[in-house]
């Protein structure tokens, strides 16, 4: 019951995570048909500096439109400079719109407006006549800004955002040149850089001009450009009085080594989720090659002796009640069946009443448990009930059965914990016998949960969380949908082959099916022999733990049933807790009765199990690429969008 918990809240969590993902992109699909959406294509960049500092740009908008019946192109920050000279063409339709020369917020097809829409607000606007309709369209913008350049005492300065983090649109790629007004005499007097958290470059291709390539350029980003001269070029009419040439390159260098450290470690960090979804992807194929081959076998390869009934008890001595439970519920859910780990709980009990760790005995009508014994000689899994009723009696010298639900209710987690070691010892101490084969066990039951748990971890959220979403929806997720339904598919077939006992699992897996069948049917088989109590009370501690104690009594009582009455107990008295509670008249009670100890010992676990689920339901330079500093201390901010 506690790991099927487990096992469903780690489900369920990555269920609600998956269906999340799903869901926002069945979401974005549908409502895509309504919303008003823009995406750039390309975007390119004319850019000619004049000599007299101002420069002519040239914008050509290939962008794709939904709902969208404006385009607008944003300046702000302008009182140090003038835009004019504004002209908008639509390329689609290969003529000049109409200037309108008036603010509008829905601006008619094939008419424009290049105006100031507030303090040191500039705006750019055209119509697209896509209101209600969508599809690619091309346009190109142009205007002239002046007093771009700034001149010092030892350099002249092109410091110019491009688009800022107010820009709404992403861009698949954006393009441009920039021509200087004349060649500097020497191209290492020619500097140029760019800013932003972008996937591009900038660089000289001559002495008297640059050119920038940056790809899938997402919207909130911001891009500007800076370029130094260290010749005079431009005849600026004002010249501030200051030396910025050291502190420019000063402080380009401290933004690419910020830049270089940024990008060293998102290639790190690629390179370890790449390195981990290849292993991911790496154990799929692995695991899929390994259930063909076994699925191309016939049979599991174990063989059988076909036994009906065995006398004797597997490993007598040995064996734990836990063990014989899990191997005579073998592919039967022996882990998550709730009466079965309480029937199992009680035959523990059971046994170390039996082996002389702890006593039962009726007092008063009830029936109480006290520890009479050190726990030297248990093996792990009996030494997890001990533990759990030492606990339950602390410092009480012993504890009244019918009780003990006080404590799995006070104590549920405790009472938990001892259950789930006990579980876990099970199959540690099978393994440890040869009798369990952990690989096969591995590959029938692991690999799948697995898959499921590290696959959707690692392959999802891990590279979700540094935005990796390109990777995540065209390369990891469907690589791992892909190889999750191979596996799948083929662990389908080749499960019938796997079996995880070994040989010697295998026999001594019939030999305790075939003593439960001898127990069912003890009074039915003709047998030699004097009747030995001593043997029958080990034969109730597993069958107990097989849960059929009261077929087993009634097996007993029809072939001898002399032993049920007083005058067998007056004649042959006995100490054992077991066999009075189970044949002796003088016990069999309501409360003292066998059916009346393993009634309370269930009705313990459920309280514990109601407990715990009630709790659990109570219960985020001269040239190369761009770096990511900059801020164009005294040029405009820039946008673009629709509306």
């Known amino acids: 019951m506690i790991k099927k918990t487990k096992f469903n809240i780690i489900s369920i969590v990555i269920f609600i995570i998956c269906i999340i993902i799903f869901g926002q992109i069945i979401i974005k699909v549908f409502a895509d048909k ?68 008036k603010y509008m917020y829905h601006v008619p097809e094939g008419e424009f407006y290049g105006l100031e829409t507030g303090i040191d607000e500039f705006e750019i606007a055209w119509g697209t006549g896509k209101d209600e309709s969508r599809g690619n369209v091309k346009y190109q913008i142009s205007y002239k800004v002046d007093n771009v350049i700034k001149s010092y005492n030892d350099c002249q300065e092109f410091y110019w955002k491009l688009l800022d983090s107010s820009n709404g649109i992403a861009c698949k790629k954006i393009s441009g040149i ?50 130094m001269f260290t010749e ?37 960090i690629l390179t370890v989720i790449f390195t981990i979804e290849g292993i991911i992807l790496l154990f799929g194929l692995v695991k899929i090659i390994q259930y063909l081959i076994i699925a191309r076998k016939d049979g599991d390869g174990l063989q059988r002796k076909g036994i009906q009934y065995f006398r004797d008890i597997p490993r007598d001595g040995e064996s734990t009640p836990g063990e014989a439970a899990y191997l005579y519920y073998f592919y039967k859910d022996f882990y998550w069946t709730d009466g079965k780990q309480s029937n199992v709980i009680a035959s523990y009990i059971l046994n170390l009443c039996l082996k002389g760790y702890i006593k039962i005995e009726k007092k008063d009508g009830a029936q109480f448990i006290s520890v009479i014994k050190e726990p030297n000689d248990l093996k792990p899994d009996e030494f997890d009930i001990y533990s759990l009723l030492s606990d339950a009696i602390g410092r009480d010298s012993e ?92 662990s389908r077939r080749a499960k019938d082959n796997i079996y995880q006992l070994t040989q010697k699992g295998v026999y001594e897996e019939e030999e305790w099916k075939g003593l439960k069948k001898y127990l069912e049917k003890y009074s039915l088989i003709e047998e030699k022999g004097v009747f030995d109590l001593l043997i029958w009370e080990k034969y109730l501690v597993f069958a107990t733990a097989f849960g059929m104690p009261k077929t087993v009594i009634d097996q007993l009582k029809a072939k001898y049933p002399y032993v049920f009455t007083e005058e067998y107990w007056r004649n042959n008295p006995n100490d054992s807790a077991i066999l009075n ?63």
Request: aromatic content about 10%; proline content about 2%; hydrophobic content about 35%.
């Open 34 to 101: 309504d919303i008003q959406k823009q995406k750039m294509n390309e975007l390119s960049y004319e850019i000619n500096l004049n000599l007299d500092g101002s420069m002519n740009v040239i914008e050509t908008w290939d962008i794709y439109v939904q709902n969208t019946g404006t385009l607008f192109r944003t300046f702000t920050d302008t009182d140090e400079y003038s835009i004019s000279d504004v002209n908008v063409v639509d390329f689609n339709k290969n003529m000049n719109l109409t200037d309108i020369n």
């Open 178 to 227: 920039i021509k200087l007004p004349k060649p500097v005499s020497n191209i290492d007097n020619l500097k140029v850089w760019g800013h932003g958290e972008v996937n591009g470059t900038v660089e000289r291709i001559s002495n008297d001009m640059l050119k920038f390539d940056i790809k899938n350029f997402s919207a909130g980003k911001m891009l500007e450009l800076r370029s």
């Open 232 to 268: 005079k070029i431009f005849d600026t009419a004002n010249i501030i009085n200051i030396n910025m040439k050291d502190e420019i390159l000063e402080e380009e260098e401290s933004w690419a080594e910020q830049t270089n450290q940024i990008i060293k470690l998102r290639n790190i």
């Open 399 to 490: 504890i009244q059965v019918d009780k003990l639900n006080r404590f799995a209710k006070d104590k549920y987690y405790k009472y938990k914990k001892h259950i789930q070691n006990m579980l876990k010892n099970i199959e540690r101490n099978l393994n440890k016998e040869g009798i369990i084969d952990r690989k096969k066990q591995r590959l029938y039951k692991n690999t799948g949960e697995k898959m499921i748990y590290f696959g959707t971890i690692l392959s999802i959220l891990f590279p979700c969380i540094f935005e990796f979403k390109v990777l995540i929806l065209f390369i990891t997720l469907p690589l791992f949908i892909l190889e999750m339904i191979f596996i799948y598919k083929v």
């Open 581 to 643: 509670m189970t044949c002796n008249p003088l016990y069999i009670d309501k409360n003292c009765s066998f059916t009346g100890f393993t009634h309370n010992i269930t009705k313990s676990y459920n309280v514990m199990s109601l407990t715990y689920s009630s709790h659990m339901a109570s219960s985020g330079g001269s040239g190369g690429g761009f770096s990511s500093g900059g801020g164009g201390r005294w040029w405009p901010e820039a946008g673009m969008g629709g509306r």
